[in-house]
């Protein structure tokens, strides 16, 4: 609440103070760095400015998913002297900014966005108070709101979830779950992906272990944030629709995905670009320091439910749903 | 006519004509506030609307400024409600973006009079406050319908006052002539305890009819007002079911199949608990229905709305509970009842008054008995004008402007009380001998005044910083008008009549202490808390006036003045046992009450979403404890004395600690409101128990001891300390809720003075070496 306060505090500022600089100034110079070409959160972060006319003048680098093309843009951004930085998901901030405990030179603030698990992945120590100049907004709504989403669909007890065992932030989500559902008497079936000799995730057998899941009494299955799940979604949705187990997405890309996945409580990839913007707008026009902003969520996200899915797996949305749920 | 019969046609006059008036007000201000609510929860489901629709249509990335069918359905909305003037949507600053007036739009609007605004806020999905959706609405048709039922009520009310006066005075003249035939006119007399009893039932049985006909005139004018619209916010909340089934039409799901309708159904009617059936219907067959089906099928008190659904055409019914009403007037009976018992208080002092002192003060043999009885009314009127402020006084202080202070806002809303108790326990010791040298009269007369100015300046006070400054003038007035009381009491006692003269002065105290909280929380209800500041302005000038009139001139028999210095204060501390009992038994005792009874309770209850009448009625159940047990508990000790020759003083106290102690556990429960009446009640009982034994001990443990210090001296300093006590309550209990919340600081003072309770038994349940029989 106190946090909401703060916010609306500095909106109304916003429309006071900071009033959009006049044309004669010296446009905002920001530097972004995307991990695998632009998405729409870049179309948010730049519509947010030119919705508020600020004027802005953006360098941007795209590292084509390679460590070493990061590694230049560091350089290179230390040269140009920019008014902030802007980095897309884990790797490119990582890059750009390093841990907390091994930082790299800053060229500016940075604002990230897209990190899924910014203190797990050491970018900050906290997500409030972290004590150096990165600052920015991740993406997945918080657990206990996923588990309220999915109940209010359809209660349950058992959850099943497929994950990547190599996958460091999967196997953390997946003990969070654990955790969570515990509290409340709930229960998480937990099944990770075949393995490789070298210990990477292999597509065997998703079929198999998705009927399995069924048969233990999984209600659901939760679609965490896991890389390598989503390179798979067509087929674990797909098992899934032939088993009637109702799915559920926590990112974007997996409900926006041709593949059958039924309901997720995702953030909107446009709404997470406004809010890197709207903090990177209080460090250039509000003078304030990265530092001193939070790393955030949005406090509200999209609930999405496919009525096509539903319909084929016959589990039609209860009509309360109808009043906050999106439905496409 | 007689002068008896003139003092009770005064007597009818004034007791029926209090419990009428309060009925009227009561009446009157339920009537606005239920239809306020009805209104305001209509207008706060339209504005809700509004905002999920600008917010959807910000969650597809639109910006706030940019939403091209927001106007239309503005519009439209505003067609649907013929209450609704004009809806805007304003940004932060206030400003118009949209409006379904073209005129206002980019304006900073003004809301003329007679509107009232319903609004709601829209946050973007990061938390940010965008603007706000408001709802104007008329207030024409509720002021207009609130105007006509207190003219109604007025009329008819004044009709009443007048049949139940004539009524009741026919009868206490025909009691009089039954049962004084043989005795003097005047009744002053003592007529017996038949007499008395027979006046009573006419007193109850007048102010009862008079009431209850009162209500019942106002319950046909209820039903007819409230009903419609009643079906009204019934037919805007069928527009939300149907806003669904039209989200349901465009995915072509079947609502009837939808899971959850019977939830749906069951949260609307919790939200709206006048509603009490809801049901989808084609061809007369109920597809989904809660509540009560009988409800659907009487004429006149439900609403139909055509739903278009996958399958069938349908019908959303919506049904109100015929006994709605009727379930207003039984949630108002408490708040009569309350009415009835303060006017019993009232038509007591008012016969006193009347044939006491007063009307009869010439005719009054006795200088020290008139003298009694003429402070008897401006002082209970004087401590009713400050106990009015009771029930809403921390509510009041927690909705002021605190100003450049941070201060945590349990802690501002416990300062005045505390403030008030502080002023009242330093001032009292220094003005005992001040109000002997200028005279009881002059003195209650200054108390008067300045008692009436700071309520006054109450009702005008503008931040928490006026507020306590004015409440340390009341403070200050209250003590300086009880020291007045209490030295008219002694001045015109002796040693022999001293005991019943100060049991009088303690019942005026309490009698005030039941009728002020509840007819404060009526009025503060009906009028606001301001306007009953004024009224106990008006009060307080009304006690001084007959203080003017009635006190006497001459000053009291001439004595030694008594002083408390420094060095008895610590001659009586020197001693252990007395520092005991004030340590573990009298401060404790106050601590509690006042933290409880004028603290947390109206806080709890206010913030259990009641009214302050609701925290009134509870803290009379304090008083109403105190004055019924406190003659039983003193009975029961001297009896106790008598048979055993012991002193069971110490186990009461004890006793009486501990039962306030378990009474705060007792709100570790989740009881609610019962849990808090339980609490007072016992905290009620716990006092009785231990109050007057307490007192005792204090000359007790100082028998023998501590040459050359007065009595007197020693109960000055037990005072002090016992009021300083009072002063600590409200601190210590904000200080505990501020840390975690109600049912800790209940707890927490609780156990504390259950621990008091053990150490203070374990050191006084062998009496020191003292002489057996040493009356106070």
């Known amino acids: ?328 | 006519m007689t002068g008896g019969s003139r003092s009770q046609l005064w007597v009818a006059a004034g007791v029926v004509g209090f419990a009428v008036a309060m009925a009227c007000l009561l009446l009157g201000f339920k009537h606005r506030a239920a239809l306020e609510g009805l209104q305001r929860a209509r207008l706060a489901l339209v504005a809700d609307e509004m905002r999920d629709v600008v917010e959807r249509n910000l969650g597809f990335g639109m910006a706030f400024g940019e939403i091209a069918t927001l106007p239309d359905v503005l519009v439209s909305t505003r067609n649907t409600e013929e209450l609704i003037t004009g809806i805007d949507v304003v940004d932060p600053s206030g400003k118009a973006i949209y409006s379904t007036d073209a005129a206002r739009r980019g304006l900073l609007p003004e809301h003329p009079d007679g509107e009232a605004l319903s609004e709601a806020v829209v946050r973007n999905p990061f938390g940010v406050e965008l603007g706000r959706v408001s709802v104007r609405y008329r207030l024409d048709r509720l002021q207009a319908s609130s105007a006509a039922f207190a003219g109604f009520i007025a009329v008819r009310g004044l009709a009443v006052a007048i049949l139940g006066t004539l009524a009741l005075f026919l009868a206490l003249r025909a009691i009089h002539a039954r049962f004084a035939r043989h005795s003097p006119a005047s009744v002053t007399q003592a007529l017996g305890r038949r007499y008395r009893v027979a006046a009573l039932a006419a007193v109850v049985l007048a102010v009862t009819a008079s009431i209850l006909a009162c209500a019942a005139i106002a319950y046909s004018s209820f039903r007819d007002e409230l009903g419609p619209e009643a079906l009204r916010k019934a037919e805007t909340v069928g527009r939300a079911v149907d806003a669904l089934a039209q989200k349901a039409m465009r995915w072509q799901l079947p609502l009837e199949k939808l899971p959850g309708m019977e939830d749906l159904f069951d949260s609307l009617e919790r939200q709206n608990p006048e509603i009490t059936w809801i049901a989808l219907r084609a061809d007369d067959r109920v597809l989904v229905g809660r509540g009560n089906p009988a409800h659907g099928t009487l004429a006149g008190n439900h609403v139909e709305l055509p739903i278009i659904t996958m399958a069938d055409p349908a019908v959303l019914e919506i049904a109100v509970d015929p006994a709605w009403v009727a379930r207003l007037f039984r949630e108002m009976a408490l708040d009569l009842a309350v009415i009835l018992l303060v006017s019993l208080v009232i038509s007591f002092e008012l016969a006193v008054y009347l044939t006491g002192a007063g009307a009869f003060r010439a005719a009054a043999p006795d200088p020290a008995v008139s003298a009694l009885g003429a402070m008897r009314a401006p002082f209970f009127l004087f401590l009713f004008s400050e106990d009015l402020s009771r029930s809403f006084l921390p509510l009041f202080a927690g909705a002021l402007p605190v100003g450049p202070f941070a201060i945590p806002p349990n802690l501002v809303v416990s300062l005045p009380i505390a403030l008030f108790m502080l002023i009242v326990a330093l001032s009292q010791p220094g003005l005992g001998a001040w109000s002997e040298r200028i005279g009881r009269r002059r003195a209650f007369l200054a108390g008067g005044i300045i008692g009436a100015a700071a309520h006054l300046g109450s009702a005008f006070a503008g931040s928490l910083a006026q507020l306590l400054a004015i409440r340390s003038f009341a403070g200050f007035a209250w003590a300086v008008a009880f020291v007045a009381a209490q030295g008219l009491v002694i001045d015109n006692t002796d040693r022999g009549t001293r005991t019943r003269g100060l049991a009088v002065f303690v019942g005026i105290i309490m009698a005030a202490s039941m009728c002020g909280p509840p007819i404060g929380g009526l009025l503060a209800d009906g009028l606001g808390a301001r306007w009953t500041f004024a009224v106990a302005a008006a009060l307080a000038a009304g006690a001084t006036l007959l203080a003017w009139r009635d006190l006497p001139r001459l000053a009291g028999p001439a004595r030694a003045p008594v002083r408390t210095g420094m060095s008895d204060y610590a001659a009586a501390l020197a001693n252990p046992r007395f520092a005991a009992l004030l340590a573990l038994a009298a401060i404790p005792a106050k601590v509690i009450v006042i933290a409880f009874c004028f603290y947390l309770v109206p806080l709890y209850v206010a913030q259990s979403g009641h009214n302050a009448a609701m925290a009134g009625r509870l803290i009379m159940l304090y008083s109403v404890m105190m004055v019924l047990l406190v003659p039983v508990a003193t009975e029961a000790v001297e009896r106790l004395q008598r048979r055993h020759a012991s002193r069971p003083h110490a186990a009461f106290v004890a006793a009486g600690l501990a039962l306030s102690g378990l009474a705060g556990l007792l709100m570790l429960l989740p009881l609610g409101l019962a849990g808090a009446a339980a609490l007072v009640l016992l905290l009620g009982v716990a006092q009785a128990l231990s109050i007057a034994p307490q007192a005792a001990l204090v000359a007790e443990v100082n028998a023998g001891r501590a040459a050359g210090l007065g009595e007197s001296a020693v109960y000055g300093v037990y005072r002090l300390v016992e009021r300083l006590g009072n002063a600590m309550g409200p601190v210590i209990a904000a200080f505990l809720l501020q840390l975690a919340g109600f049912p800790f600081a209940f707890a927490a003072i609780g156990g504390a003075v259950l621990a008091c309770a053990i150490a203070f038994y374990a050191l006084f349940r062998e009496p020191a070496a003292v002489p057996v029989g040493v009356a106070p």
């Open chain 1, 1 to 328: 609440m106190k946090r909401r306060a703060a916010l609306a505090a500095l909106a109304s500022a916003a429309a006071g103070a900071w009033a959009p600089r006049s044309n004669a100034a010296r446009p905002w110079r920001i530097y972004m760095v995307t991990w695998r070409g632009m998405t729409d959160v870049e179309r948010g972060f730049e519509g947010y400015f030119t919705q508020r006319g600020i004027p802005v003048e953006y360098t941007w680098r795209d590292a084509g998913q390679s460590p070493a093309r990061v590694a230049e843009f560091a350089r290179e951004a230390r040269e140009l002297h920019p008014d902030l930085v802007y980095t897309w998901g884990t790797s490119a901030t990582l890059g750009m900014a390093g841990t907390h405990d091994a930082p790299l030179p800053a060229a500016a603030p940075i604002v990230f966005a897209l990190v899924a698990d910014p203190v797990g992945s050491k970018i900050v120590p906290r997500l409030a108070g972290q004590g150096r100049d990165v600052t920015g907004v991740f993406h997945v709504a918080p657990l206990a709101a996923q588990l309220r989403a999915m109940r209010a669909y359809r209660p349950f007890k058992r959850l099943g979830v497929l994950y990547n065992g190599a996958e460091a932030n999967s196997v953390a989500v997946a003990n969070a779950l654990d955790a969570e559902l515990a509290r409340d008497g709930g229960e998480l079936l937990r099944t990770s992906f075949a393995s490789g000799a070298d210990g990477r995730p292999l597509g065997d057998g998703i079929e198999e272990r998705i009927q399995r899941l069924h048969a233990r009494g999984a209600q659901w299955l939760y679609l965490g944030p896991d890389t390598y799940l989503f390179t798979q979604i067509d087929r674990v949705a797909a098992a899934a629709r032939e088993e009637r187990l109702p799915t559920f997405a926590t990112t974007e890309s997996l409900i926006d995905s041709p593949a059958p996945v039924l309901a997720g409580l995702v953030s909107r990839y446009r709404t997470i670009g406004a809010f890197a913007a709207y903090k990177a707008e209080q460090i250039l026009a509000g003078h304030k320091r990265a530092r001193e902003l939070p790393v955030e969520t949005l406090s509200r996200f999209s609930f999405i439910v496919r009525v096509e899915v539903a319909r084929a797996l016959d589990v039609l949305p209860p009509v309360t749903l109808l009043n906050f749920a999106e439905f496409r």
